[in-house]
């Protein structure tokens, strides 16, 4: 009998996305919790968390997932959507990690990126996720090849730190492409 390299119950791709929504949800009611009284250091270490969970989770989702949804479900203007919505995310993950945690713009990019992520969650879980369920796709199968490419993008952060996930500001010259628009290909 074939043996699943990642041995949990729960390898169903939904599942396994819906947890990565619900923790960063906790991690920014977290946030939310000691951001009057916490250490600048703290804010930095709990912000970093977040962002790093994020970026990761929107990776795997236009290098594994979104491609397969779209396949499945062929709403090429829902995925867009989603992926223009992570590319917004994704510069203000790139602002909040060079920013001073002192400066008085801080708090408010967290809670503008919360709510940004916020809202997106919910379109993904009442609109994509539902669909995806009525749809022919092997849910476990995809679980753990997101697993997989998760451990692979880690381990690259490790290396390169968590830029490889993000996109150069504006007005740097760097000429790699946001890593959104070659998701946004393949939808
Ligand atoms: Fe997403
Ligand atoms: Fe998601």
New binding site residues.
Partial sequence: MATRKHKTDDLDALSILQGDHERVERMFAAYGKTRNKAEKEEKAALVAEVCLELAL??AV?EQVFYPAASRAIGDGELMGE?VV??GEARHLIHRLVGMDPGDPLYDPTVQVLRAYVHH??QE?QDKMFPRIRKAKLDLEALGETILDRKGELMTEVEDKGLECLLPPPAHDPDPRPDPSLAALRKV
Avoid: F, I, L, R
């Fill in positions: 989770h929107a989702e989603a919505e992570h997106h969650v993904e």
